[in-house]
């Protein structure tokens, strides 16, 4: 199983994150206009105010999200063509037995990469025996 995914898939991640970074914000501001006066403003005057506000800096926000976006998605690319690599060229160990039946004909049927949260991916090796 390869780790790379559609230009597609990474777009969309980006943007899924994108929104979750602004969404607080726009949150914030809309609980602002419901929970603070400046001078007697009326409701209207903060509902403008927050969404003055709100655009504004999600205006900024999403700027730099978006100035960022072809590099970050490279970055994620480029990691996921080394952790390709990495499972292309992971050996399976030998010198081990079935543990029912002592049998040392064991056959791969599962090869894949797991992020233990290290930093580095180690090679997981599922068998079968053959007896
Ligand atoms: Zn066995």
């Known amino acids: 199983m390869s780790c790379i995914q559609t230009d597609d898939f990474y777009n969309d991640l980006y943007d899924l994150m994108t929104i979750r970074e602004c969404l607080p914000v726009s949150n914030h501001w809309k609980e602002y ?16 105010f927050a969404a003055f506000s709100s655009e504004l800096q999600l205006h900024f926000m999403k700027g730099e999200r978006y100035a960022r976006k072809s590099a970050t998605i490279r970055e994620w690319q480029n990691e996921a063509r080394a952790k390709d690599q ?8 030998r010198n081990f037995s079935c543990r029912a039946c002592s049998s040392r004909t064991m056959k791969v049927i599962s090869k894949d990469l797991h992020d233990w949260g290290e930093g580095t991916c180690r090679s997981l090796f599922l068998f079968e025996c053959s007896s």
């Open 33 to 48: 206009a419901k929970s603070n006066r400046y001078m007697n403003a009326s409701d209207e005057a903060m509902g403008r």
């Open 86 to 93: 990495q499972l292309e060229k992971a050996q399976a160990p």
